[in-house]
């Protein structure tokens, strides 16, 4: 059973100046937290109290940024397989991750977040077609990873549990699905999806407001419990104006369904981040 705290009033936000990291930004303001943004680059407006600049990797760089501050919530990572060459992408994720926790633990630090993925499962990025074993997916299901970035995430949530472990740090490894604003690119994906519903298999056609993935990065921060957990969160519908059954006959007719899905309901299990942080998205895509 978690425990679950006050939110902590001085935050380190790592890859500060990227889509969710801005969104956090803006959330922590207006909550009156205070936050300490790291960056490659600092682009000037980011609504943070102090800025550092340098890679979330370097050790001498995460410690300088760790003085007076309560949590972290690691964003910073290359976000795709094709970020990057393959040692790139996994290389470089890895040890920020590492150094970002082993910092944050050794300097007394007992919360953090970090950003997994929904491609932690492989799904999304496998050379051929992978239908997921049951529906709708959970964090448990089977690993069908064969790319760098999806194992870099599963490295990370190892990586997670044992920072617990060692230094009594809470880390929460929040799997997002694919993130952004209505506008920015949101509405864009939805029409190109209901054009091709194809296109969406791989990821379930779900995704998430930016601004609730800034919402359960900040929500998960209230887990105080020494503990690891990996948890998803999704929109509660997928992108397209499909009944969700209509498209697994059609897509994924041979996959097990475990419990109804109703509607568009999002063929994705956000139960855990209900129960462990009381998450649930509030930005649904307007119809």
């Not at 919530?73 to 976000?79: C, G, M, Q, S, T």
């Not at 397989?81 to 590492?98: C, H, M």
């Not at 910092?103 to 997921?132: D, F, H, M, Q």
């Not at 929040?174 to 506008?183: E, H, I, Q």
Request: aromatic share 6%; no cysteine.
């Amino acid at each position: 059973m978690s425990v679950v705290s006050e939110v902590p009033r001085r935050v380190l936000v790592t890859g500060a100046a990227g889509r969710i990291g801005r969104a956090v930004l803006d959330l922590l303001a207006v909550r009156g937290i205070e936050a300490t943004a790291l960056v490659l680059e600092d682009p000037g407006d980011l609504a943070a109290s102090r800025v550092v600049v340098g890679s979330a990797g370097d050790v001498k760089v995460v410690r300088s940024a760790l003085p007076g501050v309560d949590a972290v919530i690691h964003l910073a990572a290359r976000p795709a397989p094709t970020s990057g060459t393959p040692v790139e992408v996994f290389a470089d994720n890895t040890r920020a991750t590492f150094t970002v926790l082993e910092s944050a633990g050794a300097a007394g630090v007992r919360r953090a977040v970090i950003a997994s993925s929904y491609s932690a499962n492989g799904l999304p990025w496998t050379r051929e077609p992978v239908p997921p074993a049951y529906l709708p997916v959970d964090e448990r299901l089977p690993s069908a990873v064969e790319d760098p970035y999806a194992l870099s995430k599963q490295a990370d949530e190892l990586t997670a549990a044992m920072m617990a472990r060692r230094h009594g740090l809470t880390v929460v490894a929040v799997r997002y699905p694919f993130v952004g604003g209505v506008d920015e690119r949101l509405a864009a994906h939805a029409r190109l999806l209901t054009d091709d519903p194809a296109r969406g298999v791989r990821e379930l056609w779900s995704y998430l407001d930016v601004r609730d993935a800034a919402l359960a990065a900040l929500s998960a921060l209230a887990v105080d419990d020494g503990a690891a957990h990996v948890v998803l969160v999704a929109a509660p519908e997928t992108l397209v104006p499909y009944p969700t059954s209509e498209l697994l006959r059609r897509y994924l007719p041979d996959v097990p369904v475990r419990r109804p899905l109703p509607g568009r309901t999002v063929p994705i299990d956000t139960s855990a981040a209900a129960r462990l942080f009381g998450f649930a998205a509030r930005y649904p895509l307007p119809a």
